[in-house]
């Protein structure tokens, strides 16, 4: 199978009935979505759960578990006490019928899971990228290995989709890869790439921008839980952002937006690898931030730990670099957060870890830069997923189709 | 009557019948929007294009018509001819049985008009704003007047709403202007201001920001009609934005979205009157090019005919400035293009006048600092609505609750 559009979970409603008998399908389908959306997301509900959620009555509720429940996508289980008169309701659990896979392609590793209605990663693995195999094919080939590979540890089990994050602008409609500056990859159809290697009888591929879906977990399942307009910035060694809004993934006309490491915050700055000059992840990425150190940017992580163990002991250089981050990237954000508006923004990647060393300098430049209605609504705080984040973004990206129209995957 | 938040006619879809007859009422409302909206947007229709549009059966676009029609929204004028074979199908055009007002507050000028379904603007006024009046309490005074003055003239017609446009942050929610730079006003409840004026039995009043309204009108009926992604600069005094984000206004999370002009683009910049430094209006507002040629700031439009006189004569130093002005407005709409990914920027205000002396600077600083992927999918343009702009959306935030749902107005 090819590639796919990703449906968007977020968006189905409910809907009563219709008036032409031609609709009832979709009406019922669209229905069945948004059940199990619900229960994907808290994961455990009781039918008055459901019930109050979709505003549909008791009955139909009760005939939308039961055909879940017969996909094998929900679980029945005993009655969950309401703590009120009457009869206890009987709780919806995600159910593990039909599986999906997450894969986060980074650029010197790559992360991978499956998982399913809920969200719970299971049978994890993060593998080392060896340099020379980091160019399309050579990714391509290793996804696939590891697609096969959980393939047949799932037996007949069915894998609605595969959800692959890459560090790159992703063209929405095809998966085509435009740019991915880290990778050197430039107009790379990805998607396809990986659905050939599969064929005809893989699972659908989707993919995605890292940030944009780590913007989605943290929103699903992180700190931005709850929170309808986020911001969510990503650092690596460059600068990665996501925006929620309205609840919903913002992607602009294409799904190119989000691209906040290139804010032109300073008209005589650095070169960027873009092409540009003075771009802000010029000043925050964590090449940047190393340079500034005359460090090695060799090993993120090793350069992290370092960065963060040398902040603990009170290392001057370390602590005066991660404040002039701050500044910048407090001006970077006060920028978003009046184009933006969003309620919270939040610091992911390297950022979360090295937070407490670089929040005061940001507050500062943020409350000298923000216009004050827009401050006065926004919170700055660190993300909650870490190195998870990703992945379960690409996970959720997934399970798009199937919580969209779960009949879809059983192919009725 | 008291202020109101505004529904979205955009978001109105059509929903076919309803499981519980008790829905009944408001999937009827829901159709009756869809229908008067699309009315409203093309201006002139045939039933068989609203089926079309709609989804709906023929019969039942018929009755939602005639109900229009009832309640003076649209009449139904003779057959258009369709070019196929068939029956000719009944036009269905806009009509004037209810009125609403649009003003447009800015920091000079007032602008007024009366208006209904179709948009048309009549009865327009256009006044100069004494300083004396400018303070929150004469502003009211002054548009209560030009109201209650209007409400006589349309005599028994009932008037739907007010739309109100001003040159600040306001509140989504109740109206609340919270800040006005250009009129010194913080935290001015501006809709309850002009509703204590009109008294109980007045229309109700709908608030927004102007660059917001502009962007909204140039989407529906000016150089923005059919592109849903959209990014609409005003230049004035300072720089506002409107952002149109998949077909609807971005707000983001509390309606203060937009704010362009404070973009920071310049770390060792200017002063600018929101008390930050560096922002991108103190390089290509017309106070900020004015000051840079050594001109009086007085006057906006003697001083935009001015330089657009000299500009044609081939004034070297005002040539200069525009090109400058346009390379900084290059750099802002590049990190506007990375972060929100839109089709089209349009340049209104001033830069539409000036914009064949601003676009080529604005166009080498865009390709340079602008990501290859979104860049390649976006074009900037002038603005066609010049300074009806703002009164048109204002007239389309006014009309927001009945296209939304027409019987509301009929007190149904």
Chains 1, 2 share one sequence.
Do not use: K
């Not at 909650?384 to 984040?389: H, K, S």
Request: charged share 20%; glycine share 14%; proline share 6%.
């Amino acid at each position: 199978m090819s590639t796919l559009g990703a449906p968007d979970p977020m968006r189905s409603g409910t809907i009563a009935a219709s008036e032409e008998t031609a609709n009832n399908g979709s009406v019922r389908r669209r229905n069945l979505g948004a059940v199990l959306t619900h229960v994907h997301r808290a994961a455990r509900l009781s039918r008055a759960d459901l019930t109050a959620l979709t505003g549909l009555n008791r009955s139909t509720v009760g005939v939308l578990v039961a055909e879940l429940a017969e996909l094998g996508l929900v679980s029945e289980g005993d009655p969950i006490p309401r703590g009120t008169p009457g009869r206890p309701s009987p709780a919806v659990d995600p159910a593990d019928g039909v599986a999906v896979l997450g894969v986060d392609v980074g650029v010197a590793v790559m992360r991978f899971a499956v998982s399913g209605v809920g969200g719970a990663l299971r049978g994890r693995l993060e593998v080392e990228r060896a340099t020379s195999r980091r160019d399309p094919e050579g990714t391509a080939d290793d996804v696939a290995a590891l697609v096969r590979c959980a393939l047949a540890d799932l037996r007949d089990r069915p894998v609605a989709a595969i959800g692959v994050a890459v560090p790159g602008v992703v063209r929405r409609q095809d998966g085509l890869v435009r740019v991915a500056a880290n990778l050197a990859w430039h107009d790379v159809p990805f998607a396809e790439l990986l659905a050939a290697r599969l064929g005809p009888d893989g699972p659908p591929v989707l993919l995605g921008n890292d940030a944009e879906l780590g913007a989605v977990a943290e929103h699903l399942r992180g700190a931005g839980r709850g929170v309808d307009d986020l911001l969510y910035l990503v650092g690596g060694v460059g600068l990665g952002g996501g925006i929620i809004a309205g609840g919903q993934p913002f992607g602009g006309a294409t799904g190119y937006a989000g691209e906040v490491g290139h804010l032109v915050v300073d008209p005589a700055g650095h070169d960027c690898t873009c092409g540009g000059r003075g771009c802000l992840e010029t000043q925050v990425g964590l090449r940047a931030l190393l340079r500034r150190l005359g460090r090695d940017d060799q090993g993120e992580r090793e350069a992290v730990a370092g960065l963060v163990a040398d902040a603990a002991a009170g290392d001057g250089d370390v602590l005066a670099a991660l404040a002039e981050c701050g500044a910048w990237l407090g001006r970077g954000i006060a920028s978003l957060v009046n184009v933006l508006n969003p309620s919270r923004v939040l610091l992911g990647g390297y950022l979360a870890e090295v937070h407490p060393h670089v929040l005061p300098a940001l507050r500062r430049a943020l409350d000298h830069h923000a216009q004050r209605p827009n401050r006065s609504v926004v919170t700055v705080a660190p993300a909650a997923l870490g190195r998870d984040a990703v992945l379960r973004g690409a996970v959720e990206l997934a399970l798009g189709p199937l919580l969209a129209d779960p009949l879809w995957v059983a192919g009725r």
